[in-house]
């Protein structure tokens, strides 16, 4: 008897169908496994022999073949554990309506007495099951609250493999599995808090503003000062004041999360902007993604939201220089001998370093130690094109002594919000005819000429700063970008030589410090 049952597998943040055929013909036992699969599938017919005795569960042994189509694409999941169990029961007897199994994609790794366990991937599965036009997905009951916010399918979660049986033997039935639904806007009114708030800064008003620039227009941002300024509690606080994801950009995050593995299961879905903070000993791999089985890296997860990269000269310059193509082009393109995959990886960098090998160089307080060769080895592990994609270049000073005992508490996050939403408000206006671009920072050459216009007056300061600070082409261009933010922070459609300014001032690094 032959049975097929449909279940998925991902590639990348993608998911695919894949159609699971099991026949069951007479003969001594044996089973085979074709469609290329891993050894994770490989091992899976002993997981679901044991689950299906234990739970006394009718199969009919014999020459059994399970197919797994496209039989192209490599199969590496035990999500198909499920599956392989029910298309086997389904050839083995008529528990089954075949008609029913059509309805439904089934997925779901079992453990040895008959438990469903959770797996990675169920959102973008359950996108595409939904898309395939499907009506109903079996996932393990820890998966259910995350494939629930895909609107349209019925979503069952089973915890035995006795409750999937129930299921598929009477869908409708009052007694067994109940579909569960995800009321979005509760999650979205819930995740607007964030419990780091700038008004426990003290004083740093001057970075505070920066900050504030490049939440506006999402643009990337690098704070140079002594240790213990603040640099990392003014990062960590950056979150708090970027604008509300949107449920289009809550969904490409979770769906980089759940494939990950690092979906937390009580929430389903991301509702606030992902905040990453590697340490300096990550590989490239870690950062970027990679691995002989492709994995996202940081910088995926933190797709939409915060990489905060500390002690920026610390990391390994062939793993910083990796970062320049997704922060150009906001995705990661890994490939390997089998297989290419893309991960988005559009973020907003704030990195963090100090001035010096010590950290005191031009401290007002301590006497720097380094020798200008030092320095500039130092300096030098950061490339020059690598500073041209950061738009601003902070000076954090220390914190004087009347900042830290005032108990007057700064302007909370909330308020700098209210001013970044506003601004970014204008800019969707302003873009909705450009596809792809939601932010100042996200404009190319050509938008840039349309949408950047200066006066006489702001070339020649551009001029003079060109010359100046010998930029490139691209730190030109983002000084014009910081500038368009700064105009939309104003509420203003013109740039104004004030603009300029305050945007060459973000770029004060002097460009010859940094080696190419």
């Keep these: 008897m032959l049975s097929q049952v449909w279940s998925s597998a991902t590639h990348g943040v993608e998911a695919l169908p894949i159609e699971i055929e099991t026949n069951v013909a007479s003969g001594m036992r044996d089973l085979t496994v074709v469609g290329l699969p891993r050894a994770a599938v490989r091992e899976s017919f002993d997981r679901v022999r044991a689950a299906l005795e234990n739970n006394g569960l009718p199969v009919q042994w014999g020459r059994i073949t399970v197919n797994l189509a496209p039989a192209d694409l490599p199969k590496e999941s035990a999500a198909f554990d499920l599956p392989i169990a029910v298309g086997w029961v389904a050839a ?3 528990l089954i309506d075949p008609e029913v199994l059509q309805r439904f994609w089934v997925m779901g790794e079992l453990a040895l007495n008959g438990v469903v366990r959770p797996i990675r991937g169920v959102l973008p ?10 009506t109903g997905i079996i996932v393990p009951a820890a998966n259910a609250d ?6 349209g399918l019925d979503v069952y979660p089973v915890r035995t493999i006795t409750d999937a049986f129930d299921v598929l033997q009477n869908p409708t039935g009052a007694d067994g599995p109940q579909p569960v639904s995800t009321q979005m806007a509760s999650l979205f009114d819930a995740a ?18 920066a900050l504030e620039v490049a939440a506006a227009g999402g643009h990337n941002a690098l704070m140079v000062g002594p240790p213990g300024s603040g640099k990392t509690m003014l990062a960590r606080r950056v979150p708090g004041i970027l604008p509300p994801l ?32 590697p340490h300096h000993t990550i590989s490239d791999a870690g950062l970027c993604g990679g691995g002989a089985n492709p994995q996202p890296g940081e910088i995926s997860l933190a797709h939409n939201g915060v990489l905060f990269l500390d002690e920026l000269p610390e990391f390994q310059r062939r793993v910083l220089e990796v970062l320049r193509q997704p922060l150009e082009e906001g995705h990661i393109t890994i490939s390997r001998a089998k297989s290419t995959v893309r991960y988005p990886a559009r973020f907003m960098l704030v990195a963090s370093m100090n001035p010096c090998p010590c950290g005191h160089l031009n401290d007002p ?17 950061i490339s020059g094109p690598l500073m041209d994609r950061i738009d601003l270049h902070v000076e954090v000073a220390p914190v004087k002594f009347e900042s830290l005992s005032t108990v007057e508490p700064g302007e909370p996050s909330a308020s700098v919000r209210t001013r970044v939403v506003r601004a970014r408000r204008q800019q969707e206006r302003r873009f909705a005819a450009a596809d792809g671009v939601h932010c100042n920072a996200q404009m190319g050459a050509r938008l ?29 261009t983002r ?15 013109a740039i104004a030589p004030a603009h300029l300014s305050e945007a060459i001032q973000y770029r004060s690094l002097d460009r010859d410090w940094w080696h190419g």
Excluded: W
């Excluded at 599965?125 to 499907?134: H, K, L, S, V, Y």
């Excluded at 995350?146 to 609107?151: G, N, P, Q, R, Y």
């Excluded at 607007?192 to 426990?200: I, K, R, S, V, Y």
């Design 479 to 493: 000084i014009l970008k910081v500038a368009r933010t700064l105009a939309d922070l104003d509420a203003q459609e």
């Design 192 to 209: 607007h808090t964030h419990p780091l708030d700038f008004a426990d800064v003290k004083g740093q008003e001057n970075v505070k503003r």
């Design 146 to 151: 995350e494939a629930a916010v895909v609107e």
């Design 125 to 134: 599965m359950a996108i595409r099951a939904r898309e395939e036009g499907r």
């Design 246 to 277: 949107t449920s289009q950009e809550a969904l490409e995050t979770t769906k980089i999360h759940s494939v990950s593995g690092r979906l937390q299961a009580e929430n389903g879905i991301v509702t606030t902007r992902p905040f990453r903070a």
């Design 365 to 381: 307080h301590r006497e720097c130690v380094c020798s200008p060769a030092h320095v500039q080895r130092y300096l030098g592990r």
């Design 92 to 94: 083995s007897s008529d």
């Design 448 to 476: 840039v000429q349309r949408q950047c216009p200066i006066d006489d007056e702001g070339r020649n300061l551009l001029k003079m700063a060109s010359e100046r600070l010998g930029l490139s082409a691209r730190g030109y």
